[in-house]
């Protein structure tokens, strides 16, 4: 017997504001101006004009960025973190190819692990790790990979910044030299991957009625570049208390997070949560299949969970 779960979750984070001395904003402007696409020559003149004239013109970087309308405007952030990261290869293509794994960050030195997936063409085993090492300079981090498929990756990111719909996200280039997967240079969306670890809360409705507390545990990246994870789950109907049911703290379910997705199940696969996680929005899927389990109380269960 199978309830399933499928619960939306909402990471209530605080929109970003950038702060700090008038040489940290002219430096974001140097590096966000080749990524940004103004229409307004106007507003053009009016970024060249901040960047020489910084000092006396505070107010003018708000003007410019009003005047070019821009339809997903970055509100805050600018520095790489030690942590989980999904690079995307040619968004919004079909068959995109992506990197997911861990960085670390010490300094201006950055080194990591990833996996490559490429559905296009498999040229190399997803599950191979394969480590990068590289610097940042100028707030642009370039990574260098170890030999994968015959060749070799060269990664150049731009600064990661939260978007208004709450994702940390970058732009940047990819080159594959020689090998299986050589790959011409192409555009990539770079996405850092907060913890999943908290509580989350609120009402879930579905054969039942009621409250859903789940708590996820993150650790640090393992040398594979996933992060290991557990979870428990409370649900308690106040009108069919036949259904509820708990995965307590003292025995979590446990798993990994891969990239945008985490996944963690007990020993005997009769309970699994996944959770997929892009900006604000979580998605998480709790299944089921505990002996004994009333038979009113399968099916599925939706709600949105505050974090």
């Known amino acids: 017997m199978r309830p399933n779960f499928q619960i939306i979750l909402v990471r209530t984070n605080g929109a970003g504001v950038l702060a700090g001395t008038t040489d940290r904003l002219a430096e974001w402007l140097l590096q966000t101006r080749n990524n940004f696409h103004c229409s307004s020559p106007m507003a053009q003149r009016t970024i060249w004009f901040m960047l020489s004239r910084l000092r006396f013109a505070l107010l003018l970087p708000v003007a410019a960025l009003l005047a070019c309308g821009s339809t997903t405007p970055f509100v805050g952030g600018g520095a790489f973190l030690t942590g989980d990261y999904v690079i995307v290869v040619a968004p919004g293509a079909a068959g995109t190819s992506t990197l997911a794994g861990a960085l670390t960050v010490q300094g201006t030195s950055v080194t990591g692990v990833f996996r490559y997936t490429n559905p296009g063409t498999v040229c190399v085993s997803n599950g191979q790790d394969i ?16 030999s994968f498929a015959g060749g070799a990756a060269t990664l150049t990111l731009q600064p990661i910044l939260t978007n208004n719909t709450g994702a940390q996200v970058g732009s940047g280039t990819a080159v594959i030299a020689g090998g299986t997967c050589a790959l011409a240079s192409s555009s990539v969306q770079t996405q850092y991957i907060p913890s999943f670890a908290g509580t989350w809360s609120s009402t879930l409705t579905g054969p039942a009625t009621g409250t859903a507390s789940i708590v996820f545990t993150e650790s640090g990246a393992n040398a594979d570049g996933q992060f290991p994870a557990t979870g428990s789950i409370t649900f308690t109907s106040p009108t069919q208390s036949t259904c509820n049911f708990s995965v307590p703290g003292s025995a979590p379910i446990s798993g990994l997070v891969n990239g945008a997705t985490l996944q963690v199940t007990n020993s005997s ?35 949105t969970l505050t974090h």
Do not use: R
Not at 131 to 146: C, D, K, R, W, Y
Not at 288 to 302: A, E, H, I, R, W
């Open 131 to 146: 480590p990068f090492a590289g610097s940042i300079s100028n707030g642009v981090l370039t990574l260098t990979s170890g």
């Open 269 to 303: 696969s009769s309970v699994t949560m996944t959770a997929n996680a892009a900006g604000q929005a979580i998605t998480l899927n709790v299944a089921f299949n505990v002996t004994g389990s009333p038979s009113g109380c399968l099916g599925n269960y939706t709600g």
